[in-house]
C-alpha cells in the first residue's frame, strides 16, 4: 500500500509532521512492502532548482540512505515539465554568499543522487534542460514520455555546463555524441533522446511512465544488493572523485563565470523572453 507523506517519512509518525511542516518542496511516498520511495519535486510551475528545493532533495536523499531504502523513482508533479534546470533567479545577480551557498547546495544534492547505493530511476514526466537534464542523467535508468524536450542547452544561454555535468553526459552517450550536444547546446526531442540513449526508454504517458519505472526497479530489487552497488559506484567513482576532489576550485569557476557582466547580459535577456513567452 502506498502512503503519501512529504519530505521525508520513513521515521515515526511524529517525525513525519516534523519534516512536512518544513517544506512540501518534494513529495515522498513509500512503498511500505517493497521499501520504493517515489520523491516528487513538487516547486510550480516548472521546478526550477533553487536553493530551497536544492535543499530538501538533499534532506531527503540522506534520510534514504541512512534509513537504507530500496530504490528510488524521481519524478515531478508538474503535468509539462520535469524540471527547468537551475533556478535563473539565483545566478542572476545574486551576493557572492548566496551564490556559494547555492552551488555548494548543487554539489551536494549530485553527490548524493550519483552516488546512490540503491537503484534511481528517472520517471521524466516534461521537459527536462540543463540542470533538469543532469537530474535524469544521475539517475541509472531514464524513461520519458513523448515530444518533451531534453539535454545540456547551457551553451545557447551564453553559459557553460560544468565539468561534472559534462561528464555525465559522456558516461551516458559516449565523448563524441556528448561534444556535439553541448557544443551546440543541444535540446533533444524524446524522441531523438532514446535514439542516442539519452534516455533508456520512451513511455506512452505518465500512467505508462510510472509503470515502467516500477518495472525497472522490480528487477533491481531482484538482484543481490552489495553487488549490485559495488559496480554501480566502481562506474561512476571518477566522476564522482573529479568533482570531490575539487569542490573549492568548481565553486570559484561558478562564482568567477556568472559575475561576468557578458553573462550578466546574457542571463537578463533569458529570463526577459522567457517572461514574455
Ligand atoms: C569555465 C568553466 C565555466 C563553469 C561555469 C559554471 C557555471 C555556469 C553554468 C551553470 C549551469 C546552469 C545549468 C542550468 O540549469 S541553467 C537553467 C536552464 N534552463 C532552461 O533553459 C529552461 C528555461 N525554461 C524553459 O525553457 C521553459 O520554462 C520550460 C521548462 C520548457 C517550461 O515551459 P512552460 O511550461 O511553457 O513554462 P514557462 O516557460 O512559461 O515558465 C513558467 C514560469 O517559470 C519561469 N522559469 C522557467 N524556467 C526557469 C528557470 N530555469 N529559472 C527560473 N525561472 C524559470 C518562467 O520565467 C515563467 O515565469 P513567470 O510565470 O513569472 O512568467
Known sequence: MFVLRQCLTLGTKSSVRNFAA????????????????I??????????????????????????ENERCSGMILTSSSPNTFSAGLDLLEMYKPTVDKARKFWGMLQNTWIKLY????????????????????LAMSCEYRIMVPKKKIGLNETQLGIVAPQ??????????????????????????????????????????????????????DEQLG???????????????????????????????FIDFIFQPKVQESLEMYLQALKKK
Open 115 to 134: 552516488s546512490a547505493p540503491y537503484p534511481t530511476v528517472a520517471a521524466i514526466n516534461g521537459h527536462s534542460p540543463a540542470g533538469g537534464c543532469l
Open 22 to 37: 518544513a517544506t512540501n518542496l518534494v513529495n515522498v511516498k513509500i512503498n511500505e512492502d517493497t521499501g520504493v520511495v
Open 223 to 253: 538482484l543481490p544488493p552489495l553487488a549490485r552497488s559495488t559496480v554501480k559506484i566502481g562506474f561512476r567513482k571518477d566522476t564522482l572523485n573529479r568533482l570531490i576532489n575539487s569542490r573549492e576550485v568548481d565553486t570559484k569557476y
Open 39 to 64: 520523491m516528487e519535486l513538487n516547486k510550480p510551475p516548472v521546478n526550477s532548482l533553487n536553493y530551497e528545493l536544492l535543499e530538501a532533495m538533499h534532506r531527503t536523499l540522506v534520510k534514504l
Open 164 to 217: 561534472w555535468f559534462q561528464d555525465c553526459m559522456k558516461n551516458i552517450i559516449g565523448s563524441r555524441q556528448a561534444e556535439k550536444a553541448l557544443i551546440a547546446g543541444t535540446l533533444f526531442s524524446s524522441e531523438e533522446a532514446a535514439k542516442i540513449g539519452l534516455i533508456d526508454e520512451l513511455a506512452t504517458d505518465k500512467e505508462d511512465l510510472m509503470k515502467k519505472a516500477h518495472d525497472f526497479m
